[in-house]
């Protein structure tokens, strides 16, 4: 640990005072904020539960890297700093990167510090209450992204009791598993990727496979994702964008991956390779009867037309503008699944663990303001809410594609922070109307 990471930690600033600005979280998206804040020359603290990196550190499997080029790795006022933009950094160079982004911020931070309750006072600014005292604040910035809860199907109670099962929040490599067949739940990028970790491994994999859309990797000379760069893709805003501001914000992420130099996902390719493919999980019965729907096909299909269309979409801007790339043949399916399967004998079957890639559910509960929907999720425009002084940060979708990751939190922070400095500079009694 640095000396910057000891002295958060141990010896940061006091937090039992009033604070113009507090931000909780010490993430990429609250170290962005403190940059700006910094930049605003207003006070403020940073409150991690944890330490800087944990997410990335302590939240993810071994063999785990970018999905994105580390060029988006664009947090303010410091790029991606290493020797390879084209690549995908693996978790420990993620870590590093953060940690360096840390010390250059230099912000006033503490770690291992939880925020039990935050709530409103009667002045119009807010109470923080936290495991190491308690502070008040003008405004507050909750830079906590909405990944808290590991979300696991209520049907995870019927499995069989010789089963081990675990969320994909917990797995780290197949030698972790027990020996035997293992069955992972979900096709977003975290269950695509963990079946392929086991397929590599030599581990016998079934796969439940979702509705989750997926992306060419390297299309006519280029990684997609500079394409999609160039074509404005990332710059459309969720006012901008055809999909409604829900389906955006819960929609999955597409599946490919940056492991071994980054290459598609093809998971009618791993059943060429002996993976057991099924629909979606519909229920366990009590006999230890897995049932799936029969939508495997479906689902399949619905991936490769996504796919086709980011295809397409690049083929039109190289064809506009005129750009001299070279041509790619036509998508083909290399396998097509020749039934159904609707039901999987857990009980007769060499399965003995089931991953659950099934996602995650925010908490908020210790947030006392009006901001949440019916659902309990935030409402905010670019991370205003509708309570004066109370700002969200890293959420998927807070304004654009690119929000919750490296490559457009820094953006939104800015925005940010700009209404946090409108208000400040707004005298006391304006900001109460007293």
Known sequence: MSRFMRRAMIDGPDIGRHWPVVVIGGGQAGLSASYWLQQADIDHIVLEKHR??????????????????????????????????DGFMPKDEIVAYLERYAEFVDAPLREGVTVTRLSGNEHGGFVVETTAGTASADQVVL?????????????????????????SVDYRNPEQLAPGEVMVVGTGQSGCQIA???????????????????????????????????MGTYDVTVAQHPDSEYKLRHKANHYMTGRDGGHEIDLRAFALEGMQLYGRVATIEPDGQLRFEANLAENLDSADATYCKIRDSIDAYIAEHGIDAPAAEPYQPVWQPPFEPDMLNLQDSAI??????????GDFSWVEAPVFDGRGE??????????????FLGLPWLNTWGSGRFAAVG?????????????HAEPAIARTGS
């Open 52 to 85: 800087v990196g944990h997410a990335w550190r302590d939240k993810r499997w071994d063999s785990f890297c970018l999905v994105t080029p580390n060029w988006q790795c664009r947090l303010p006022g410091f790029g991606y700093d290493g020797d390879d933009p």
């Open 196 to 230: 392929e970790d086991l397929h590599l491994a030599g581990r016998s994999v079934h796969l439940s496979v979702g509705s989750a859309p997926r992306a060419p990797r390297v299309y006519r000379g280029r990684d997609s994702v500079d394409w999609l760069e160039r």
């Open 378 to 391: 935030p409402v905010h425009r670019h991370g205003v809410s509708p309570v004066d002084g109370l700002y």
């Open 352 to 361: 003995t663990t089931v991953v659950w890639a099934t996602g995650f559910a």
């Open 411 to 423: 953006a939104d922070a800015a925005y940010v922070v700009d209404q946090i400095a409108a208000m």
């Open 143 to 167: 830079a906590v992204n909405g990944y808290h809860v590991p979300r696991v199907p209520r049907i995870a109670e019927r499995l069989p009791a010789h089963i081990d099962q675990l969320h």
